[in-house]
């Protein structure tokens, strides 16, 4: 390994507000290792629509500011402390971790937050599914368990998390139907497994499209990342004794609920977060290592919407709140 230099690219976010608040710098010092963390070189960082909360201050950041977004990024070992336990890496392991601090050349990462990469998957492939692709498995292992035959409503379908988790519904066997908001978008997310899908853009009555395509009962389960626009036509749209798994807010936080309003139908809701169900290193390579290997077998299909260099990092975020993008975003160090 070179020996490593005292600054590094990166891009900065001094305090909560607008995208204009990042700012791209190249004399950004390298991080110092604590005990147990590993210094990753990111080859690619992944763009989550998180990485936006955390900007805008509708997440409080557990690290305060100034901080670097990015939750996730895959590249080399650069560096390993030489304190705490450190899991056996090694310097030039290639890895994939998601913890905080991704739009940068380099990051100082817990090793408990860090997988190997699979040989024969790439750094762009491990990265555009692993944040996401964890949430998307775990939401259909875990937060509901699909079975075979299901009738499942998908909305952003064609998103990031979108369109792995019509992937791993159609080989459940799940009968999906998904929504977004274009044809080309309903397009794409039929190509990656939904079986009918809604533009509610254009169609604004689309629950009563859901409960047509369901005899009238509604579906299984809903996951619903969208929010506040979504959230009681979701509600609408579940059976009798069905499942409401709420897990994002890309058009803001969804309204207080009265829980008075789960009792007609019996509804269950959960408000999930990936991030509590990898919390010990078992789960964390339970998820991780499954969907890598997802990935490098072909049975996940990874779409990135594009790769954009570190200094673009607000065209990226702009791009997603703009709903401009499809798949996944990425960036480039
Ligand atoms: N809970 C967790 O652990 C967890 C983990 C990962 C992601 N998430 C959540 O999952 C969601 C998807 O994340 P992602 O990174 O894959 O993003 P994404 O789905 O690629 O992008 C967000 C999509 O939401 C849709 N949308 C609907 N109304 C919107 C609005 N007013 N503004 C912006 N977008 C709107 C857009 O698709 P259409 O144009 O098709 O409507 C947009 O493309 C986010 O809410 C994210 O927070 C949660």
Redesign the pocket.
Known sequence: MPSLPSTMKAVVLPEIGPSSKLQYTDSQPLPTLKPGQLLVKNAYAG????DT?FRSGLYPSAVGYPMILGQEAAGIVADVSSEGDTLGFKTGDRVVWIAQGGYAEYTAVPAHRTIKIPEGLSDDQAVGGF??GM?ALSLVRESYPVQKGDKVLV????????LLLCQLLRDIGAYTIG????PE?CKLAEQYGANVTID??ANTNWVEKVKELTDGNGVDVVYD??????FDGSLDSIKRKGKFVQ??????PPPPLNIARLSPKNISLMR????SYIVTREEIEYYGNAVLNLIKDGKLKINVHKAYDLKDAKQAQDD??????????LLKL
């Open positions: 763009i989550n629509y998180i909360y944040l996401m949430t909305h952003a379908a064609a998103g990031g998390v979108g929504t977004a908001g274009s978008k509610y853009n990342s969208v929010g506040k626009t979504t897990f994002g807010s890309a058009s803001g999930m977060t990936v991030m997603l709140e703009g709903r401009k993008t499809t798949g996944k975003s």
